[in-house]
């Protein structure tokens, strides 16, 4: 079995970018570069399946300029066998790469292509999936476990609400998260090694791919104009769990409305009436379509796409919530549009024109989308959602069913709670490392409780077990912009400051007084939290 795993070259995670003076870009002058976290992960997960015997052959490739050799070294002294570098110096953006990764797959052949779930860089979160579509694979995106069986690939996916397993015939694609494994180092005698393991080069050309970007990221950042008489057609694609529509989906009509224009709904799911029904009652929404059936039950994202891609038809733009789930069928809808797709949006600054963030957060770009078709995801916190009454727009069913036949749901544990969800609390309480154990989160339950709070979490207190992964706050995590949040034994590194920076009012509580988080903390508590937050308890 061939692994393919394509890797990108980015500023080293522990970074912390600068815009430059001139709004051109972020200064990367001098910044130490590494393979993206998210690629290591995939290059180690690669490399172990050759270990146990499943892979024989493990191939490195990234699309970019000739310095990207360098991470490809790295890649082979990790354990990959070869490496392929496609060389263009165009600023490619995901579409292109899949399409040029797409041509290299028409030669190796490989049984498994392995991605980072996103780069730190652009936090797209689109290319695996965009190269499932155009290759017809089926994927397992946002993995923390693979195992390849019978011709299959099953994969236990981090989704919002918890964790789900998907099962995917290979050849198919599968994109890495955090807790997929902890990668290792590469050591001398492997880095000395590996500069003798081969690394070819080709081009986009030699491909006979083109990879020209049709978004552009903009110099300057002049207000709007918006052309009059030019009325747009939008089609949000609904978030639900097939018994309630999802806040995030009325921050996505939020955002259709600043775009303006006619907006209709598309609900996909299984027993989907009382999710139709709420669709309907939202103001401003023209039409909800809906297709109801057991192959959109589980949002698998080869049906979704389909089905997305054969309603998209005289739409002017497709929005759907930046959520794991938008994060998994959107892309494919972009790239079988042929068109790219822009991830994450914070503002609409007219039709064709959004920001979004970049680098965690540490930069926004303008960027322009010069596709007839203009495919977005919008961020949970990105507008106020649009009122859940008022409207009462027609339903209509849409009858046209496609099963793809590539992937299968297995289960799916999501975690029930009686809190407010964390994308939508109006206050937060979280805790990192310094909570010891997952038994010290009752601290936060007492506080929680009394003041009506979601409880979040660090990267680092998922990773050790103290709790589950849907609590993770931060760039690969959740976005949250509560009205209150408060961080307990967190230290504030920029991938969690990331997730909630544009809080309203934040309250650090941790007992280090240099913690990075006093940076941005409106108020700060320099104490121990098992002290403290008793004390806060008995106060509240
Ligand atoms: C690719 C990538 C993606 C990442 N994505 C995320 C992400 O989405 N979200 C995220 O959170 N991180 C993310 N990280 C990890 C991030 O870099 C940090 O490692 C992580 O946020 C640290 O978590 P922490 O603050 O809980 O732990 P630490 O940095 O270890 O901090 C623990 C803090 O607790 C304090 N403390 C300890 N004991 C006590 C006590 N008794 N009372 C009071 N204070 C105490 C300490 O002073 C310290 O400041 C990512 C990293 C990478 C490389």
Redesign the pocket.
């Known amino acids: 079995m061939k692994v393919l795993v394509p890797v990108k070259r980015v500023v080293d995670?522990n970074v912390k970018v600068r815009v430059k003076p001139d709004n051109t870009g972020v200064d990367l002058s001098n910044v130490k570069m590494s393979v993206n976290?998210?690629c290591e992960i995939a290059i180690e997960e690669a490399v172990r399946l050759k270990e146990a015997g499943t892979a024989t052959e493990v191939v490195a490739v990234s699309v970019g300029s000739s310095a990207c050799q360098e991470q490809l070294r790295t890649c082979l002294a990790l354990g990959a066998d070869r490496a392929v570098l496609i060389e263009t110096d165009e600023d490619v953006q995901p579409l292109g790469i899949a399409r040029a990764l797409q041509a290299l797959q028409a030669k190796e052949n490989a049984d498994i292509v392995i991605f980072g779930k996103q780069s730190?860089d652009g936090d797209n979160s689109q290319t695996g999936q965009m190269f499932a579509a155009l290759t017809g694979m089926g994927q397992g995106t946002f993995a923390s476990e693979l195992n390849i069986e019978d011709g299959k690939a099953q994969v236990i996916r981090e989704i919002d609400g918890g964790l789900q397993t998907v099962k995917v015939s290979l050849p198919a694609v599968v994109t890495t998260d955090?807790r997929l494994n902890e990668p290792r180092y590469a050591s001398l005698p492997n880095i000395m090694k590996a500069k003798k393991k081969p690394l070819d080069t080709t081009t986009p050309d030699e491909l006979g791919v083109d990879v020209k970007p049709t978004v552009e990221t903009l110099r300057v950042e002049p207000p709007a104009e918006r052309e009059a008489g030019n009325l747009m057609s939008i089609l949000v694609v609904a978030e639900h769990d097939n018994s309630e529509l999802k806040p995030a989906t009325r921050v996505a009509l939020a955002a259709a409305a600043a775009i303006g224009g006619d907006v209709d709904v598309l609900v996909a799911g299984a027993g989907v009436d009382a999710v139709a029904s709420q669709a309907a009652a939202i103001a401003g929404v023209n039409k909800v379509l809906v297709a109801d059936n057991a192959v959109y039950a589980n949002q698998l994202p080869e049906n979704v796409a389909a089905l997305v891609v054969e309603a998209a038809s005289g739409y002017s733009h497709i929005l759907c919530a930046h959520t794991t789930n938008g994060k998994n069928f959107m892309p494919r809808v972009a790239a079988n549009l042929g068109v790219a797709m822009i991830s994450d949006i914070v503002s609409v600054e007219s039709e064709d024109t959004f920001k979004r963030p970049i680098y965690a957060g540490n930069a926004i770009a303008t960027v322009k989308a010069n596709d007839a078709v203009k495919v977005v995801s919008v961020r949970g916190t990105a507008y106020d959602p649009v009122a859940a009454e008022g409207g009462s727009a027609s339903i209509e069913a849409l009858d046209n069913v496609t099963d793809a036949g590539v992937s299968e749901f297995v289960s799916e544990e999501v975690v029930k709670s009686e809190r407010p969800e964390l994308t939508s609390a109006g206050i937060i309480i979280s805790g990192?490392?310094?909570m010891?154990s997952g038994d010290n989160f009752v601290l936060l339950e007492g506080i929680a409780d009394k003041l009506g709070a979601a409880i979040g979490a660090?990267?680092?207190?998922v990773d050790a077990g103290f709790v589950p992964n849907d609590m993770?706050?931060?760039?690969?995590?959740k976005i949250v912009a509560p009205d209150l949040y408060i961080a307990?034994?967190?230290?504030?590194?920029?991938?969690?400051l990331?997730?909630m920076k544009d809080s309203k009012v934040i309250v650090a509580?941790?007992?280090?007084e240099d913690?990075p988080?006093f940076q941005v903390a409106d108020y700060g508590l320099v104490?121990?939290?098992?002290k403290a937050l008793p004390e806060l308890e008995a106060l509240l």
């Open positions: 995670y976290p998210f730190i955090l990192g490392r310094g010891q660090s990267r680092a207190a993770q706050v931060g760039q690969t995590g307990v034994g967190i230290s504030g590194a920029i991938q969690h990331a997730g509580i941790n007992k280090d913690a988080i104490a121990d939290l098992f």
